[in-house]
C-alpha cells in the first residue's frame, strides 16, 4: 500500500463506507467457475477496497463479511467462506498494521471456529492502536440480533434497579450496539444490483445515504469506488430537516 496522499481535487470523502459485498456467485456462474472462485476474487476486491479507502481518507470502513443468516448456505460453502476469511486474515495483518489500520469485528463470534477467534482477538491487540483507519469487518452479524441484546442488557440493568426506564434514550440505546463508539456510516454501498439492506447496520443506516450499484462485487475496484463516492457528493444531506 502506499501512504495516502492529499486530495486536494475532490471534496472530503465520506467518513465512514459501509459495503455490502454482493454477487461473487453470480460472478462466478457467468464464467462456468465454482462459486468458490467467486469469493476467491471477492477477497480480491476487499483488499483493493481498504487500500483505495485508505488513499481517500476515509477514516472508517465497514465490511459485511459474513451474516448470521449465511449459516444457511451449503455447509461446503460456508466452509469455504471460513477458509478464505482464515487465509485474508492471517496474510494480510502485517501489512494492515504496517499501514496504521485498526482492525475491529462485529458479529457474534461465539459461533466461529476457535482458531478464527483467537486470530480476531490477535487483530485487536496488535492494531488496536492504530489511528489512519479503522476496517471493521462485520463476521456472523445480524442487525436485529444485535439490537434485540441490547435491549435484553438494557431491561436487565432496568430490572436490577440500575437505569430507569425513562432514562433510555437514542444516545443511550447506541452506546449498548456493538458499534458504540463508531461513527455512523455517511455512505452505504450494495453491489450485484441488490436494493435491500438484509440484516446490516438497521439502526446505524438511519440517515446513511444508500448507493446500489450494479457492479458485481469482484468487479468493484477502485473506479467502483470513486463513483459511488461521487453519487455521495451529489446527494443532499438533509437528517430530516428542510433545505438550507
Ligand atoms: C456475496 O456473494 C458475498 C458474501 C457471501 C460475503 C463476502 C465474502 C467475501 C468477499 C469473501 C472473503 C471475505 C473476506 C473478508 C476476506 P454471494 O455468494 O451472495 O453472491 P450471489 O448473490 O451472486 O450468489
Known amino acids: 500500500m502506499h501512504p495516502a496522499p492529499s486530495n486536494n481535487q475532490r471534496p472530503a470523502p465520506p467518513r465512514h463506507i459501509a459495503i455490502i459485498m454482493d454477487g461473487n456467485g ?32 476515509v477514516s472508517y470502513l465497514t465490511l459485511y463479511a459474513f451474516s448470521s443468516e449465511n449459516w444457511k448456505r451449503p455447509a461446503s460453502e460456508v466452509d469455504d467462506l471460513m477458509g478464505l476469511l482464515r487465509v485474508y486474515l492471517r496474510r494480510e495483518m502485517d501489512e494492515l498494521h504496517r499501514n496504521d489500520i485498526r482492525v ?25 492502536k492504530n489511528t489512519s483507519m479503522t476496517l471493521v469487518v462485520a463476521l456472523n452479524y445480524g442487525s436485529q440480533n444485535e439490537i434485540v441484546d441490547a435491549c435484553r442488557r438494557l431491561a436487565e440493568e432496568v430490572e436490577a434497579g440500575k437505569r430507569r426506564a425513562s432514562e433510555i434514550d437514542a444516545t443511550l440505546f447506541a452506546s449498548y450496539l456493538q458499534t458504540a463508539d463508531i461513527p455512523d456510516p455517511d455512505l452505504l454501498i450494495r453491489t450485484s444490483g441488490e436494493q435491500r439492506l438484509s440484516n446490516f447496520l438497521l439502526w446505524q443506516s438511519a440517515y446513511s445515504e444508500l448507493v446500489f450499484v450494479n457492479t458485481l462485487w469482484p468487479d468493484f475496484g477502485r473506479k467502483s469506488l470513486e463513483d459511488a463516492i461521487d453519487e455521495f457528493h451529489r446527494r443532499d444531506r438533509r437528517y430530516g430537516a428542510t433545505e438550507g
Open 104 to 128: 475491529r469485528f462485529i458479529g457474534d463470534r461465539s459461533r466461529l471456529a476457535p482458531d478464527i477467534i483467537d486470530l480476531l482477538s490477535r487483530y485487536e491487540i496488535t492494531t488496536g
Open 26 to 57: 453470480r460472478w462466478a456462474k457467468a464464467r462456468g467457475l465454482p462459486r468458490f472462485a467467486g469469493h476467491q476474487r471477492g477477497a480480491d476486491s476487499v483488499r483493493e477496497a481498504v487500500q483505495s479507502c485508505r488513499e481517500l481518507g
